[in-house]
């Protein structure tokens, strides 16, 4: 088969539904109506006599052929997006485009309301979708262009990438306001013997930070539960007499009446919450735009 013998406006057909797994967040990826985007697929399988996706439980899933191609075609629509963008300009009040985060469940709770209150007012018709951080392939990702922005601690991202410093953050402590224990203050002895709840949540350095602090101190817990997110938190800890140290701006955004934040009886460094993109996107008119209003919205 010869490149002249294909519609290449298919291509990038195929890879929004490779990307999407689903036909209707493909299209309006593309701006396209779900009919039109259908006929492009069935275009494109008769052109390739391969069906290239089958519906499932879970979605569009590629055929092996599919999976095949989709790097290379990846690959190729990078390379011409990134020579066609160049001087093209971004409108936010008129583009329906969906930008995809990398952010934990907690830097969801802090700011996905701020984010969605200003594109409602300023770019109504934008979308934006939110990735749990998967524990490989988080660079891939964001050098394709599947993920725009990685908003929070993402220590891993250095080669390649370029960040902006949003805000500092500190660590405290929350318990159960009626903690039998811990009254308006945790000693260092209560903090080492009391159990905790260890958040282990891929991809960032919160945890971490915490273990090294605390072996640089010599100041040892017993670790009773390990989760993978930070929402359970305020459930677990306002009905139990576990402790957890999270991030101050976490705490408060907690709205359980029955637990209280408590200042470490160690010292934390404060951490430093940024935003990440992949250097193939820095001149992105859309990322570009994107990028400034996480730093209106956000930076100290």
Known sequence: MNIKDIDLNLLVVFDSVMRERNITMAARRLGLSQPALSNALSRLRRTLGDPLFVRTGHGMEPTPYAERLAGPI?????????????????EPAKSNRIFTFYMTDIGEVVMLPSILRYLQKEAPQIGVKVLRIPQFGVHKAMATGEVDLAVGLFPTLQTSFFEQALYRDNFVCIARRDHPLIGSSITEKQFSTIPHILVASTGTGHDVIIEHVMAEQQVKRSVALTVPDFVVLPTIVGQTDLIVTIPARAARS??????????P???FPDIEVKQHWHERFHHDPANKWMRNVIARLFKA
Not at 74 to 90: C, K
Not at 254 to 263: A, E
């Open 74 to 90: 990846r690959q190729a629509r990078g390379l011409i997006d990134d020579a066609l963008s160049v001087r093209t300009a971004f």
């Open 254 to 263: 907690f709205p359980n009446p029955n637990i209280k934040s408590l200042k």
């Open 265 to 267: 009886p160690i010292k």
